[in-house]
């Protein structure tokens, strides 16, 4: 083959600004269509946006904000793993009926020392337990938070406590607490140790949120980013998280492909992988590794990538996204694909879905948000979070994701720096992607994700036209909020 025909049968990247979805025939009202989807074989979720693995993106907070609206957030892996499993322990003990995994505190440790495991932990309460896991007592703030801080836990806390057994039902729990007016129950078993603990917070939450994603156990459903290469971190969280993302900025690699049939046999946990961008990732990985969950696609682009402009290699999402659909088709596989990087509006998300994709991973977005971990400041009278890529320099500097990306040089960066407008509270985008992405689904005439898959026809537009297809010829003030 010549060079010359290189450019010939080149392929055209085409991105989000490039197509428009065709209004098709309707008998649909939006309000009716329903944007259930899978995220990976067997998780479901009621609303198909996750927010991305990045350190100004995804701690506990927004994968809590996002699981009790039926979304997903996948924690980041830019700390130590104890912080990233202490950050899946939280999401998971956020609403949990009975909290297994109880934290619970000697009888000789002191206040000063409760009180900063309560600041840790963001726990208000703990049962107090001898060595044998006997219970002794509860010590709640109410107990410390104005004694002396150098006194006994013994010396503070309740002796006498109310408890539960494996056979208390909620309702009766519920009475148990509000008769004797206490916050938490302790279940023990015969010998008098602690087996769980049921909460008044959690049975009061527990009808708040109808439309959250939930495990078996009634907790919320957790993911987290591992890197292929470190087993022991993904054997620590198994236990905690439901969902993993391999993440990886070019998974179609030899290496990552070995690293990967290591943790696919050693975790139980839904396993996705990425980031991929071709056909042939796509079919390499449907066929050469078994129990795959999901595929997480797009290289480059990314609101905060440099990829692009400093390799000049990359799979722009929405092309990316057509590609690896046909690979899973063609295999008549059912592997859901999350299209990752560049969505800036519901549309986009539809576009994403009329080639294939089951759902939208976005960090710009969830940046903005209230719940993202970034810091929000004030410049020129309006609010801004910061929001950098993991490859970028500062990402770097924590050094725990290096390996996501390939490091020929210490001077390589492939991600920018910046800030994002703050956006508020992370239910209200949540609430307007949906709104949004059921709108283009009226236009197509689609009720499902799957049938926007069937339905949905695009139309290529020029430059001229995205210029047309956004506002024009008008003046608007910037976006501005206040806190
Ligand atoms: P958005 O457009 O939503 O994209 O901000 C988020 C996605 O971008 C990817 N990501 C990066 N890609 N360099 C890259 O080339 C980076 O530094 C970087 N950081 C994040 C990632 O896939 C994320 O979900």
Redesign the pocket.
Known sequence: MGFRSKFENAEKALTFNDVLLLPGWTTLEPSDADVKTRVTTNVELNIPLIA???DTVTEAEMAIALAREGSLGVLHRNCSAQKEVDMARRVKRAEAVIIRDVVTVGPDMTVAELLSMMEEHGIKGFPVVEDGGELQGIVTWRDVRLADSSLRIRDVMTEEVVTGNEDTEIDEAMKILHEHRIEKLPIVDKDNRVQGLITMKDITLKGTFKEAVRDEQGRLLCAAAISPFDLPRAKALDRYVDVMVLDV?HFHNKNCFDATKKVLKEVSADVIVG?IGTYQAAEDIITQLDGVAGL?V??????????SIVTRAGAPTLFATSQVADAVKDYESNIPIIA????RNPGDVAVAMAVGASAA?????F?GCRESPGRLVAMEGRYYKE?Y????AK?RQKRFAQDR?SQPSKSVN???EGWVPFRGPVKEILDEFTGGLKAAMGYVGAATIPEVWEKAKLALITEHGARDAAPHDIFRPGPSRTI
């Open positions: 991305s693995p990045m900025s980031n997480r797009g290289i480059g682009s990314g609101s905060i990538c440099s990829t990752d990087g560049g969505m991973m976005m960090g710009n977005v940046a929001y890529g993991m490859g970028s990402a990306y492939e991600g920018v």
